[in-house]
């Protein structure tokens, strides 16, 4: 019988402001999940966090957007926010943007990546966690590993990569979706995913065997709302071995410092960092934007694991990398290229100064 793997995510309180998650936010996820275990409606589950969200890892047989699944998740949120707002942390309730819950979590606050699959005889994965950045930070490490033979070796000499993936691309503006084949359509495809604020890659199948590869969440979360209320900190599920990359070529794409949109107040370019757990709380002007890559080896459903995966010596450099190009960004303070584009801040004052300036300007003789 297939197997889903669905992470839920979302940010129902910061600790300390919004750069991490108390252990009390943490322990609603714990007991919820484990109370879904228990009744039989979970496989497995393993809750953890980066920064300031709460990320559901939950295995199941009941397929993607599942009422009951995700119904479970937005509890597990409810009751997060509850513990959130006992202590006053910061932002409680911040991505629950709707009043109830009416049978999907997707346009109702919370991320979602979602994966069914087959459980091979043995099954690595790997799970992305994103703070601080947005939908589309992952199109480029996707690129990477599923298209760039200078990453992934085995798109070059192993026979079971050797005809490509396909990749499904979100206009997340548009609200539509388009596939692409590669490697003959590489090019049309960097001509969208290059622009990751609009188009997000959701899927990524491998052409072999029709198989889902990789999935990840193109909620985004300022366009839902219709207004700022925190970024969409994606979340993404990975498969490795075999017909896919390797766990080494999955995360050989963090071993630089890709600019990605978040930072302070969602609104800046900035570096994406790969930590470990521990180091996954953005303080330094509420960054540099961060990932954590926790990985699994699934066993008739069950979640062995996690491994935290950068927590390896391998990309102390990439880390300083980062520290050194947030230091570089920072100088530019609120200039463009750290600042975001107008059409693109989070916040802006510029309606209000606009309007409060609109007399004052004067038209420049030729
Ligand atoms: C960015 C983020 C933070 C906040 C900033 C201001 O994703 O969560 O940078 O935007 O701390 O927060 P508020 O507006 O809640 O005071
Ligand atoms: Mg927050
Ligand atoms: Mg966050």
Redesign the pocket.
Known sequence: MPQTLSVIKA?VG?YV??SAMHEDVMDAGREATARAVQSGLLIDAHVSSCG?DMFLIMSHDRGENDEAIHKLAWDAFVAGTEAAKKLSL??AG?DLLVDAFSGNIRGAGPGSAELELEERPSEPIIVLMG??TSAGAFNLPFYKMFADPFNTAGLVISESLHDGFAFEVHDVKEHRKIVFNSPEELYDLLVFIGSPSRFAIKRVIARQTGEVAAVSSTDKLSLIAGR?V??D?PAAVIRCQGAFPAVGEVLEPFTHAWIVE??????HYGPLMPVSRVQATPAR???PPRVVALGFQLAQGKLVGPRDMFDDVSFDNVRQEANRVADHLRKHGPFEPHRLPLDEL??TTMPAVAAKMSSRWEAIGS
């Open positions: 940010d910061g402001g919004h300031d910061y932002g911040q703070d601080k700022y925190g970024k900190d978040g930072f302070m107040r969602g609104s002007f509420d960054g989070e916040y």
